[in-house]
């Protein structure tokens, strides 16, 4: 029997990709290799997508989360989880006023 292979689209891909790093998973590139069936240079380009969204979301605060090789473990980790949250809260409160 062979393994059942799920095929994301792009931006699939990267919204469960920020799931799991947002839910404080250290991967590394073989493990989002092997969750995607991706290539190396697709999960670098992933990982630039996912740092440039952080960025931008972050515009005008200090940048304090972040996703960083990890070059000890050589796994990618998200810093600073929870000053996303508090970054969340800011955005949802300016839809209120």
Same mark, same amino acid.
């Given at each position: 029997m062979s393994a059942h +292979? /799920? =095929? &994301?689209?792009d +931006?699939? #891909? @990267?919204l469960r990709l920020y799931s799991a790093m947002i839910s404080n998973r250290e991967l590394s @590139? $073989? $493990?989002?290799?092997?969750? &995607? &069936? @991706?290539?190396? +240079? /697709? =999960?670098q380009r992933d990982i630039s997508e996912l740092r440039t969204f952080l960025h931008d979301?972050?515009?005008g605060e200090p940048i304090k989360s972040e996703i960083i090789f990890d070059r000890h473990s050589k796994k990618? #980790?998200?810093t600073e =989880?929870?000053?996303?949250?508090?970054? &969340?809260d800011k @955005?949802?409160?300016?839809d209120e006023e």
């Open positions: +292979k /799920t =095929v &994301f689209n +931006k699939q #891909r @990267i @590139i $073989e $493990e989002i290799e092997d969750m &995607f &069936f @991706i290539g190396r +240079k /697709t =999960v979301l972050q515009v990618y #980790r998200l =989880v929870d000053n996303l949250f508090n970054v &969340f @955005i949802n409160g300016l």
